[in-house]
């Protein structure tokens, strides 16, 4: 099986996007919209710690959990 890792700030970027766009459909998640627009909007100052997680290899599945946590960490 071929797992698609992100390999660069804009893949990592990408991966939150889809995150982003994936909490839109359950209603129960929609506060955090604001919050995760806020981020990607950020991109500029934001782009070196992109570029340190896809640095780390990780998968797409592995880098959208971190992303996860980071988020919600951040959310409480």
């Not at 099986?1 to 700030?9: H, L």
């Not at 990607?40 to 997680?53: D, G, H, K, L, Y």
């Given at each position: 099986?071929?797992?698609?890792?992100?390999?660069?700030?804009a893949d990592v970027l990408n991966t939150l996007k889809a995150y982003r766009d994936d909490l839109r459909e359950p209603p129960l998640r929609q506060l955090h919209w604001p919050l995760l627009d806020r981020l990607?909007?950020?991109?500029?100052?934001?782009?070196?710690?992109?570029?340190?997680?896809a640095r780390q290899g990780l998968t797409w599945q592995q880098c959208h959990t971190l992303l996860e946590q980071i988020f919600f960490a951040g959310a409480s």
């Open positions: 099986m071929k797992y698609f890792r992100t390999g660069t700030a990607i909007s950020r991109e500029t100052e934001m782009t070196s710690v992109w570029e340190n997680i």
